[in-house]
């Protein structure tokens, strides 16, 4: 007797909350969507500030390693916790610019730099390392002269050396790490180009 009455009670439960869930009225329908799109806007604006953000390859400054028109994953976290290191792909603001760059890092902070022969020399020794120029460069620009960098400046050169604005030009310049917004992690387009990107 007592489980039946208990049955009958946890149907009259189901029955009310069944009965409040179709009075629901449009109202609270909207009310609802437009609180689920908060907390997805807020999830991909957490994501995108402080985790990671496409980035799409503009100009032909790093070919051969990137192409204009590729799509990239920026990882933006990362600096947070260790400092960028020399070979790092990155992404990085040019206050004179309306769109970021990508370059490759060549100088680290307090180190002298400087392109003589079109060959990059780092406090004096020739960076026998740097396999990623594919070209001698004709330019040294401001890297004519030695350039030491400060303690958290950066000096920066495209891949396509002789077709790229970097650090050999005032407008670019050493890069503080305040300007660098993340590390480009992974090409995601082209399909047939997808993976991770080759830093130092």
């Known amino acids: 007797m007592a489980e039946q009455k208990k049955e009958e009670i946890d149907l009259e439960n189901i029955s009310a909350i069944e009965q409040s869930q179709k009075k629901k009225g449009p109202v609270r329908e909207i009310i609802d969507f437009i609180l689920?799109?908060?907390?997805?806007?807020?999830?991909?604006?957490?994501?995108v500030t402080f985790v990671g953000q496409r980035t799409v390859v503009s100009g032909t400054?790093?070919?051969?390693t990137l192409q204009d028109g590729d799509n990239l994953i920026t990882d933006k976290i990362s600096y947070r916790f260790r400092d960028p290191e020399r070979y790092d792909i990155i992404v990085l603001r040019?206050?004179?610019?309306?769109?970021?760059?990508i370059k490759r890092v060549i100088g680290l902070p307090g180190e002298t730099v400087q392109i003589v022969g079109g060959r990059v020399y780092i406090n004096g020794e020739l960076l026998e390392s740097d396999v990623y120029g594919n070209e001698l460069m004709i330019s040294a620009g401001r890297a004519s002269q030695?350039?030491?960098?400060?303690?958290?400046?950066y000096f920066v050169l495209g891949d396509n050396r002789n077709g790229s604005a970097d650090s050999r030009l005032e407008e670019v310049g050493n890069v503080d790490k305040s300007r660098i917004i993340g590390r480009a992690f992974v090409?995601?387009?082209?399909?047939?180009?997808f993976g991770l990107l080759k830093h130092g």
Request: net charge negative; with cysteine; aromatic share 10%.
């Open 36 to 47: 689920y799109l908060a907390v997805v806007a807020g999830i991909c604006y957490v994501i």
């Open 61 to 64: 400054s790093m070919v051969p």
């Open 94 to 101: 040019v206050e004179s610019q309306h769109e970021n760059f």
């Open 146 to 153: 030695p350039i030491t960098l400060g303690e958290d400046e």
């Open 187 to 193: 090409r995601i387009w082209p399909l047939n180009k």
